[in-house]
Nanobody
Framework: QVQLVESGGGLVQAGGSLRLSCAAS????????MGWFRQAPGKEREFVTT????????TEADSVKGRFTISRDNAKNTVYLQMNSLKPEDTAVYYC????????????????WGQGTQVTVSS
């Protein structure tokens, strides 16, 4: 079973940048679609962005388009989330997830989750 470990979260001022990483182990990373989701206090977890197995296709939530970029390195079993122009409303726990059975754009079918990393954006 694949395991996911996120890193790179922290405290940043509005307008700043952060890069999250998610390292996978115990599975065949290149066969999984990958995604990032987030959960703010008092809110449900929401989709942020996903990437196909090859890395050639991505989807993004409207709220992060033009600011966040997902990428992956299948040789390193790692997926990244580059976050630029951060806003206070981006504050959340960010979760890395793998879709071991479906297409990258089916956001409801992600079935393996990391423990999450906190991102806090101050105004």
């Amino acid at each position: 079973q694949v395991q996911l470990v996120e890193s790179g979260g922290g405290l940043v001022q509005a307008g700043g940048s952060l890069r999250l990483s998610c390292a996978a182990s115990g599975g065949t990373f290149s066969t999984y679609a990958m995604g990032w989701f987030r959960q703010a206090p008092g809110k449900e977890r929401e989709f942020v962005t996903t990437i196909s197995r090859t890395g050639k296709s991505t989807t993004e939530a409207d709220s992060v388009k033009g600011r966040f970029t997902i990428s992956r390195d299948n040789a390193k079993n790692t997926v990244y989330l580059q976050m630029n122009s951060l806003k206070p409303e981006d504050t959340a726990v960010y979760y890395c997830s793998a879709n071991t059975n479906g297409y990258y754009y089916i956001t409801g079918s992600y079935d393996v989750w990391g423990q999450g990393t906190q991102v806090t954006v101050s105004s």
